[in-house]
């Protein structure tokens, strides 16, 4: 069975910085785009992140361009969100996505 389980969430201070993990199990990661997805109180799920197979091109939404970095490392296979210099708006429950099928159960992140 895919699994995929988040950490790394927590409370912190706006400008602070957050490292987020997932790690993913029961299907060959090495092969698979992921991708990072938040949700705010009240507010649509929003992609945050994606990263390709192969190469590992990173695409990120606009508010966290700079900010924040994807990345993978296929031979433990864990995806990873860098964030850093972070604001309220950036509270929310952080999934990571396999393919944009599967979803993990969430972390979340409280800049506060």
């Known amino acids: 069975d895919v699994q995929l389980v988040e950490s790394g969430g927590g409370l912190v201070q706006p400008g602070g910085s957050l490292r987020l993990s997932c790690a993913a199990s029961?299907?060959?990661?090495?092969?698979?785009?992921m991708s990072w997805v938040r949700q705010a109180p009240g507010k649509e799920r929003e992609g945050v992140a994606r990263?390709?197979?192969?190469?590992?091109?990173?695409y990120y939404r606009d508010s966290v361009k700079g900010r924040f970095t994807i990345s993978r490392d296929n031979a433990v296979n864990t995806l990873y969100l860098q964030m850093n210099s972070l604001t309220t708006e950036d509270t929310g429950a952080y999934y990571c996505?396999?393919?944009?099928?599967?979803w993990g159960q969430g972390t979340q992140v409280t800049v506060s």
């Open positions: 996505a396999a393919c944009g099928r599967y």
């Open positions: 029961g299907f060959t990661f090495s092969n698979v785009y």
């Open positions: 990263i390709a197979t192969g190469s590992g091109n990173a």
